[in-house]
């Protein structure tokens, strides 16, 4: 299920969205044991959210993923499909097709994103387990997607580790974006579905869209470790 809040336009912040988020996902969740439910999120923006949603006791345990986008030629903004490791790729053929990216060039940035990929883990989840997903529900939590890549990538290699259940949760995202993602997981939940004409960008419908650094994940993830 999808859902829409049409009285909200905007969102303060993150922190703003994610509460609007909890009160959509306490409904979904309901009916699950609470320790058996983790909520995940996407670096960096993501993790804001997803750290508001542990905090307010809507999951039992706290974690991030790390997929990576891969950008265009010329145009590192404009992704053309995300990766989780080598084994886990989304390309959107439609895009890649239209750009007629060369497969060099793909093989390339993939090589690429994999190093930020591992950088990103050595700082973020040092001494981290490995991730114990089987038969757990798995929030994937995200501060909004535009094309969905990377949200796809992240619940594709989810999927391989066996989860009783995934659910997205994203405070906004343009239609197209939520049909494809709801192809891929269990329950999209959302607050905002604007029309993809009229969607320019994730950070236009926050009032405060600060850029989250690397040295913020890390103290969120250190205290989580000291918990």
Do not use: C
Not at 105 to 124: A, D, G, M, V
Not at 154 to 173: F, Q
């Amino acid at each position: 299920m999808s859902t829409e809040n049409s009285s909200v336009k905007r969102f303060k912040n993150r922190e703003h969205a994610a509460e609007l988020l909890m009160a959509k996902l306490n409904d979904e969740i309901r009916d699950e044991i609470a320790k058996d439910i983790l909520v995940f999120g996407i670096p960096r923006g993501g993790v804001i959210l997803a750290y508001a949603i542990y905090k307010n006791k809507s999951a039992n345990y706290f974690d991030i993923v790390i997929p990576r986008k891969l950008g265009a030629p010329n145009n590192k903004e404009l992704g053309i499909g995300a990766i989780m490791d080598k084994d886990t790729v989304y390309l959107n053929e439609y895009v890649v097709k239209a750009l007629r990216v060369p497969a060099d060039y793909i093989e390339t940035e993939k090589e690429s994103q994999i190093r930020e990929i591992s950088r990103r883990s050595l700082l973020y989840r040092p001494k981290r387990d490995e991730y114990n997903i089987e038969n757990k529900t798995v929030i994937l939590v995200d501060d909004g997607a535009a094309t969905g890549a990377t949200l796809v990538v992240s619940a594709r290699w989810i999927r391989k580790k066996n989860p009783k259940k995934i659910i997205i949760a994203i405070p906004v995202a343009p239609k197209e974006t939520v049909d494809l993602l709801r192809t891929e997981v269990d329950e999209v939940v959302t607050i905002l579905i604007p029309p993809t004409s009229n969607f320019t960008s994730v950070a236009q419908f926050y009032d405060n869209f600060e850029e989250i650094t690397d040295d913020k994940v890390v103290k969120i993830m250190k205290d989580m470790s000291l918990k």
